[in-house]
C-alpha cells in the first residue's frame, strides 16, 4: 500500500471507526515540502453517513481540497495566509484525545464549518474550504469525489496544477465523415478546456490532410496520429482502446502527465479543467445518473468479458469522456482491447462495444474521480434538470446515420 493510500485508509477509519491514530490534514497550495508531510493533491473526506434524506444523498456528506499529514506540520511550512491545519478529534469513546495541531481547545474561526454525526466532529475553518452541496451525492461509496459545480474552488487547482508544471494530452479520433466535427471540437476547447495549462490535441485521423488549422494559445498543439479507418463504426469506436494504449506506450508516456479520452462529436461549451484530473476519473451517463442499477444497460451475457451480473455494479459511466494519469489510462486501455480480443475470439461482441468495457473495468478498478453529468450531456435527447447548473461538453446535433454509413 502506497504512503496515501496508507493514510488515507488511517483517516477513514478514524472517521468511521474506533481507532486511536490521530490524523491530520493539511489544507495548502504551497510547493513541496521538506519534511515529506505532503503526500497528495486531492484527498477526500466523509464524515458519517447519518440517515439518508427522502430522494437524495446521505447526509452529511463533505468534499475538500485538502492534503493528508501523518503529524502536524512544521512551524513555518506554509505560506502567509495559504491554509490552516486541523485535527480530527478521535471518535468518542475511542481513547485518544483530540489534539489540534496547537491546541485543543481553540475556538472555531469566525464563519468557520462545523460538521457533526454520531462518529465525529470536525472543526473548518480553512478558507478555501469546499463545502458540499446537498442537492446532489457528491462522494462516491469508496471515497472518491463527484465533481460538480460548486464542489471545487479552480483558483486553488490551478494553482496546484501550475506547480506541478503539468501538460494534458486530449485525444480525440476524426476518422472518416467524423473528420467535419473537429473544427468546432478544437475551437471550443481552446475556449474551454484547460484553459492556462499546456496542452497536447491528439487527433487520430485516415484523413491528415482535412484536419482544419486552429488558433491555439501558447504552450499548446495539434499533434496528428494518422491511423486506419474501419468498416463499421462499431469497429472504429472499438479500436479506439488499441490505439490509445499503443501510442500510450510509444509517446504518451514521454510527452504529457495526464490524458483526457473524448468524442469528437461534441463541443465544449463551458470550463472543464484541472477540477477533473486524478489518477482515473470517468463520467456519469447523463442517461442513467439517476438510475437503479437495475436498470443499466451492461453486458449481461455471461460469455463476453464485459458482462457484469445484475447484483453489481456501481454506477454506469459513458464512454466519450474519461481519463487520468498516462500510466492508468494505459493500463484502462491496455484491459479494455485485450478483452475485446477475447470477445471477437469467442464471436461475441459487447452490446455497447467499448462503453460496456469500460464500465467492466471501471467497476473493478474505482476510478478515483467521478465527474457528474456536467461533463457529458445532450441536450436534445434529454431535459436539463434544475440542479445541472453547468453544461460543460455537449453533444453537437447530427443525423447519425448519414456519419456512421
Known sequence: MTVTAALESSLALAINTNTKTPVF???????????????GNLSRYHPSPGTP????PPSPSLYMDVQICSQPPSPGLLPEGSGVTFHLPAPEGSGASGVTADQDDV???KGANTLGGPACQLTLSCGFLLCSRSDVLVLTPWLAPIVWEGTFNIDILNAQFQLQNATIGLTVFAIKKYVVFLKLFLETAEKYFMVGHKVNYYVFTDR???VPPVPLQEGRQVVVLQVRNYTRWQDVSMHRMEMISSFSRQRFLREVD???CADVDMKFS???GVEILSSLFGTLHPGFYAADRQAFTYERRPLSQAYIPRDEGDFYYVGSFFGGSVLEVHRLTKACHQAMMVDEANHIEAVWHDESHLNKY???????????PEYVWDERMLRRPPFLRKLRY???PKNHQAIRN
Open 25 to 39: 490534514l493539511l489544507c495548502s497550495v504551497a510547493a513541496g515540502d521538506p519534511d515529506g508531510l505532503r503526500v
Open 53 to 56: 434524506t427522502s430522494g437524495g
Open 107 to 109: 475556538p472555531p474561526a
Open 208 to 210: 491528415p490532410a482535412d
Open 258 to 260: 495526464y490524458l483526457v
Open 270 to 272: 463551458d470550463h472543464v
Open 362 to 372: 471501471l467497476l473493478y478498478h474505482k476510478p478515483t474521480k467521478v465527474l457528474s
Open 394 to 396: 455537449v453533444a453537437v
